[in-house]
């Protein structure tokens, strides 16, 4: 286990030693099964699952600072980790927008909590959305993969009650995968539900 990765583990308070089920699938299953779909003949040419990035953009934000401040605390419930504010880069006078100010929230997960929120979503924010039928498939054509979400009550985290604001959420994969077709074979092994097609 890599140096950080023991010490989030420490930190989290998990036992020691302690690997991610999704991360034992990886190393397991997932690795031998893209070698041989993809014909790679070193397991460095693998794609893996480097980073994944939860932004929320809070247009509100601009015009109440308090709700900015919440949607960090929502997001800190929903990723495990403490996100960062993010500020606007310039001026836009038909928003009514100053360079500095609020706009959103962001975290970027890696290793451990990566994997254990890729867990959770797969198995049981996905599921509680009302009608679902599959994620979209478009990638971003460098092997990277943007989720969109609508409402982030379909984290159990959240509570309704307390902040009866509805927004979505955007959460992007990024992965070492050369071409689209890796990513999404790479995303797919994982567990992510992508819409099927009939032929």
């Known amino acids: ?6 010490a989030e583990v420490k930190a989290q308070g998990l036992p020691q030693g302690y690997v991610p089920s999704l991360k034992k699938v990886y190393k397991e299953e997932i690795v031998d099964k893209l070698m041989k779909q993809f014909n790679y003949t070193t397991v460095m040419q693998v794609p893996k699952l480097v980073k994944i990035t939860i932004n929320e953009g809070v247009g509100e934000g601009t015009q109440d600072k308090k709700v900015v401040e919440e949607s960090a605390a929502e997001l800190a419930l929903i990723s495990g980790q403490k996100p960062v504010i993010t500020n606007s880069r310039k001026d836009i006078s038909n ?19 990566m994997y254990e929120f890729l ?27 943007t989720l969109g979400l609508k409402e982030q009550i379909v984290f159990p985290e959240i509570d309704i009650d307390k902040n009866p604001r509805i927004h979505g959420l955007e959460i992007t994969f990024v992965t070492t995968a050369a071409t689209d077709e890796e990513c999404h074979a790479l995303l797919t092994a994982f567990g992510l539900p992508f819409k099927k097609h009939n032929k």
């Open 95 to 113: 928003f009514k927008l100053r360079k500095g100010m609020s706009v959103g929230t962001k975290v970027t997960l890696r290793d451990v909590k």
């Open 1 to 6: 286990m890599a140096k950080n990765a023991k």
């Open 119 to 145: 867990e959770k979503l797969i198995r049981v924010a996905l599921p509680r959305i009302r009608d679902f039928n599959g994620i979209a498939e478009k990638m971003d054509g460098q092997g990277n993969y």
